[in-house]
């Protein structure tokens, strides 16, 4: 065959593959537990329990700061803390933390020039956290 051919055909069949659809991505079926409630066979052991029972969450409250101002909007709270000589403005679902409070919270997510529509404020800095624990009240 000749080289102008050959290349004629590998490129009508490249073509052609084209047109294929992608196929359906893998989803494994759902695990349910066994009748006896037994995990699977090399499985951890899980104690949900234990982690309910001592209000543990699935996220790490590795920073601590002192409350210097609050916001309580509905569903909401702004806290403004001090952490390490330097303020900062936490957001998280409606908190009763209040000036003087020392608290506990996971490292969140940070967005640069937020603007609380419900405040008609633009904070420069300000970091969504999961859940603030008050560990040392006023």
């Given at each position: ?137 006023k």
């Open positions: 065959m000749k080289p102008a051919a050959v290349f004629t055909l590998l490129a009508m069949l490249a073509l052609v593959g084209c047109d294929k659809k992608p196929s359906e991505p893998f989803v494994p079926d759902p695990v349910t537990p066994s009748s006896s409630g037994a995990l699977p066979a090399g499985h951890p052991p899980i104690n949900t329990a234990d982690r309910a029972s001592s209000g543990e969450s699935d996220v790490l409250q590795t920073q601590q700061a002192t409350v210097v101002s609050t916001i309580n909007i509905p569903q909401f709270t702004y806290i403004e803390v001090k952490q390490d000589n330097q303020t900062r403005w936490l957001a998280t679902s409606t908190n009763a933390a209040n000036k003087g409070d020392v608290i506990k919270f996971d490292p969140g997510s940070t967005m640069e020039n937020f603007t609380s529509k419900a405040l008609n404020r633009t904070f420069p800095s300000i970091t969504f956290v999961n859940r603030v624990s008050i560990i040392n009240g």
